[in-house]
């Protein structure tokens, strides 16, 4: 199967960072989205990963190790507006898989 | 240059029921694909439209049925609705052959409430 795996929950403090990990089937691997949704809200785009190593985008990074089917997102200096929830999604193809959510609450 | 706008937003059907939804990709995009949402749930993949031809199935049963037309917009059709299928169905805009990440383009969704 093609069984994206992450924590369902997640709890945080303002300002802290937060590490939310994924595992995945490397077969037919072609890249690791991460994905922002609000409750209520469409998913919106926050990094692609198709190479080993770590991207950073401003607040947010995104880590890939393709031979470990692993990634990570990790969040620096949470914010309120930061609480949602985070989807990892594999591209099998020209299909993306999606992990259940990480729901991230972050507390003052 | 307008996104992905699916409609309708919100609506309520009555198991045994067929529903239609549409969804127009982003401007210069050629592939549409079809996402079920259950609450709590991440999106399943039901399925993917190019060339006006399905390209790739989910696990989906044969009521969930879809089209797209030659200006590149596309239905998603269900019948003989189920209370399960109260979901938030998305739609992904991309080109055929993306390669960057964020050539993804998702719409708003439209909610599917099944009574």
């Known amino acids: 199967g093609q069984n994206i795996d992450q924590p369902t929950e997640m709890t945080a403090t303002e300002g802290a960072i937060v590490q939310i990990n994924c595992t995945y089937q490397?077969?037919?691997?072609?890249?690791l989205f991460w994905y922002q949704q609000h409750a209520g809200e469409a998913p919106t785009f926050l990094s692609y990963?198709?190479?080993?190593g770590l991207e950073e985008k401003g607040r947010f990074s995104s880590f890939l190790s393709r031979s470990k089917g692993y990634s990570y997102l990790l969040l620096k200096e949470l914010q309120m507006k930061d609480s949602a929830s985070y989807l990892c999604?594999?591209?099998?193809?020209?299909?993306?898989?999606f992990g259940a959510g990480t729901i991230l609450r972050v507390k003052s | 240059d307008a996104g992905v706008t699916q409609s309708p937003t919100h609506l309520i059907k009555t198991r045994g029921q067929q529903v239609t939804l549409r969804c127009s990709p982003k401007?210069?995009?050629?592939?549409v694909s079809w996402y079920q949402q259950a609450l709590g749930q991440g999106p399943q993949f039901i399925f993917q439209?190019?060339?006006?031809?399905?390209?790739q199935r989910g696990n989906f049963p044969d009521r969930f049925s879809g089209h797209q037309f030659p200006n590149y917009s596309s239905e998603l059709n269900v019948n003989a609705l189920l209370l399960g299928d109260s979901a938030l169905y998305l739609c992904?805009?991309?080109?055929?052959?993306?390669?960057?990440?964020?050539?993804?383009?998702f719409g708003e969704g439209s909610w599917l409430t099944v009574v």
């Open positions: 992904a805009s991309s080109l055929w052959k993306w390669t960057a990440g964020d050539t993804i383009y």
């Open positions: 490397t077969s037919g691997f072609n890249g």
């Open positions: 990963n198709v190479l080993d």
């Open positions: 999604a594999v591209s099998y193809g020209n299909k993306l898989v």
């Open positions: 401007s210069g995009h050629d592939t």
């Open positions: 439209y190019y060339e006006e031809e399905e390209r």
